[in-house]
């Protein structure tokens, strides 16, 4: 899965694909370098960002859903966001799937829109929102109980009718988690495997890969992100979120020439 932020303030790539003609280039050039799915963002979700609000992301996306059909009608969109409004006119637009990092606790209608369209739901694990999580990441064992919270939204889920059919799951590495809590959730990914919904994880750049790293800038967090990609493969990880498509997408074809 690529990621094309069509933001300002993302913490990788804020401001670069801002520009539809730049963003479809960057969509294509994915593709061309491996891309199966491309997730498609328009609010920021890293530790601190604001909410630009549902009609600016609708406005950003679009377009960019529309031009990416037209020009590729095969290749999959989702989109990540967490408002109900979003979801519905990308969906419209020609999205296919819906990436929702609250897992439908920010906008409990997200998941009448999801049960009515019938498509792919990655529904992740997080806690409080952009500007408070950091200070939520307190967890008597943090595996257990992540998935214990990912199984009451799944259950609210199911409630409203989507099919578990339609449901991915996704740890939500980086999310109301300090750098161990996510090392120990890639450590014990297998337990996440083990709740029978195939598995997203987004690790890419993310901060902790550069506390491990002792790398500031998350451009240089690759070979991080190459190691996780492998531990993924060798468990039997469903689908990767990632910005560096081409290096990722050899580190998997490698993992699994060997796994």
Request: glycine share 6%.
């Given at each position: 899965m690529a990621i094309i932020n069509v933001t300002h303030d993302s913490f990788s790539d804020g401001g670069i694909f801002i520009d539809i003609d730049t963003a479809i280039k960057h969509a294509c050039s994915c593709i061309n370098d491996g891309a199966q799915i491309l997730d498609l963002g328009?609010?920021?979700?890293?530790?601190?960002?604001?909410?630009?609000?549902?009609?600016?992301?609708?406005?950003?996306?679009?377009?960019?859903?529309?031009?990416?059909?037209?020009?590729?009608?095969?290749?999959?969109?989702?989109?990540?966001?967490?408002?109900?409004?979003?979801?519905?006119?990308?969906?419209?637009?020609?999205?296919?799937?819906?990436?929702?990092?609250?897992?439908?606790?920010?906008?409990?209608?997200?998941?009448?829109?999801?049960?009515?369209?019938?498509?792919?739901?990655?529904?992740?694990?997080?806690?409080?929102?952009?500007?408070?999580?950091?200070?939520?990441?307190?967890?008597?064992?943090?595996?257990?109980?992540?998935?214990?919270?990912?199984?009451?939204?799944?259950?609210?889920?199911?409630?409203s009718k989507i099919k578990p059919y339609q449901i991915i799951i996704d740890p939500g590495l980086g999310f109301a988690k300090n750098v161990e809590q996510n090392l120990l959730i890639l450590r014990n990914i297998e337990e996440f495997i083990s709740m029978q919904y195939p598995i997203l994880v987004g690790a890419s750049r993310k901060r902790f890969i550069g506390s491990v790293l002792n790398e500031s800038d998350p451009k240089n967090r690759i070979f991080g992100m190459a190691a996780i990609a492998s531990k993924c493969v060798f468990s039997g990880v469903d689908f990767l979120r990632v910005h560096d498509i081409k290096q990722i997408s050899q580190v998997i074809k490698m993992s699994k020439s060997i796994f």
């Amino acid at each position: 899965m690529a990621i094309i932020n069509v933001t300002h303030d993302s913490f990788s790539d804020g401001g670069i694909f801002i520009d539809i003609d730049t963003a479809i280039k960057h969509a294509c050039s994915c593709i061309n370098d491996g891309a199966q799915i491309l997730d498609l963002g328009a609010q920021s979700t890293r530790p601190g960002a604001s909410d630009v609000g549902s009609e600016i992301e609708i406005k950003r996306l679009i377009p960019l859903i529309k031009e990416i059909k037209s020009i590729n009608p095969e290749i999959p969109i989702s989109v990540d966001t967490f408002h109900h409004s979003v979801a519905f006119a990308a969906l419209n637009a020609g999205a296919n799937w819906i990436n929702d990092i609250s897992g439908g606790r920010h906008d409990p209608e997200m998941f009448n829109v999801i049960s009515d369209f019938g498509c792919p739901y990655v529904l992740t694990h997080s806690r409080g929102n952009s500007r408070n999580m950091d200070s939520l990441a307190k967890y008597e064992n943090v595996v257990l109980d992540v998935k214990n919270e990912l199984l009451n939204q799944i259950d609210l889920a199911l409630s409203s009718k989507i099919k578990p059919y339609q449901i991915i799951i996704d740890p939500g590495l980086g999310f109301a988690k300090n750098v161990e809590q996510n090392l120990l959730i890639l450590r014990n990914i297998e337990e996440f495997i083990s709740m029978q919904y195939p598995i997203l994880v987004g690790a890419s750049r993310k901060r902790f890969i550069g506390s491990v790293l002792n790398e500031s800038d998350p451009k240089n967090r690759i070979f991080g992100m190459a190691a996780i990609a492998s531990k993924c493969v060798f468990s039997g990880v469903d689908f990767l979120r990632v910005h560096d498509i081409k290096q990722i997408s050899q580190v998997i074809k490698m993992s699994k020439s060997i796994f």
